[in-house]
């Protein structure tokens, strides 16, 4: 089974709070969406594997440690995700990145894809798949699926609220993928949103309600 890490780092929590609040407008929305989302890059490529190299400092020749191993890529499910990717790429500006559409079916609440582009290397890169809302799970059961089907292999997922219901779905699909959030709230309601969540996140990053 994946596990779950639950980033409850205070600066992570402190901004998630203004972030929920209902009159927080959309610029300052995408501004903390960004950040937040900075801090939890930190934490999910924290196992990243480094390799020994030799430079010279203007003292001495010193062992020192860079990046090894696979190339990043991080892939929004649009189009929420999508506000996550600035401040991703703040701390790894060569992360290569891919899109891919979904929308949820308001009545069935099942995912449509409508775009997938992704790197055209993507099968030797390590993936984070990345959306600020994780509600019953559907979205990013689907997007997981597709990256698969293209043949990649190293998955972990990047989310900044969940629903306990939307992580057993992508657990119980995909035991192999690591989920990243910031929180676990209590429950989905009628309507398949979170709560006590932060609303609809696509609507709140962009202004189209
Ligand atoms: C939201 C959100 C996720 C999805 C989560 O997107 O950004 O992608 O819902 O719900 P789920 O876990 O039940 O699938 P939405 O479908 O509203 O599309 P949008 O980002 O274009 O607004
Ligand atoms: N999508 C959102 O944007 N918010 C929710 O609470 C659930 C799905």
Not at 62 to 71: F, N, R, T
Not at 125 to 148: N, Y
Request: hydrophobic share 40%; charged share 25%; glycine share 8%.
């Amino acid at each position: 089974m994946s596990k779950v890490v639950v980033m409850d780092h205070p600066l992570i929590q402190h901004k998630i709070t203004y972030l929920r609040d209902k009159n927080t407008g959309s610029k300052e929305f995408r501004e903390l969406l960004n950040e937040i989302s900075m801090l939890m890059a930190y934490e999910v490529t924290r196992d990243l594997p480094l390799t020994e190299v030799e430079i010279e400092t203007p003292i001495c020749k010193a062992k020192s440690y860079v990046l090894a191993g696979k190339k990043l890529g991080v892939v929004p499910i649009l189009r929420a995700g999508l506000g996550m990717i600035d401040g991703i790429l703040e701390l790894v500006p060569h992360a290569r990145v891919g899109h891919i559409g979904l929308y949820r079916d308001p009545k069935t609440l099942e995912p449509v894809e409508y775009y997938c582009k992704l790197p055209s290397d993507v099968t030797e890169r390590d993936l984070i798949v990345v959306d600020p809302m994780l509600a019953t799970g559907g979205s990013a059961a689907a997007a997981i699926q597709f990256i698969k089907n293209r043949g990649c292999k190293s998955i972990r997922m990047m989310n900044l609220i969940a629903a306990p219901e939307g992580i057993e779905r992508v657990q119980k699909a995909h035991p192999d993928v690591d989920i990243y959030v910031a929180c676990v709230d209590e429950k989905l309601n009628s309507h398949g949103y979170i709560v006590p969540g932060l609303g609809d996140a696509g609507d709140r990053l962009f202004g189209t309600k």
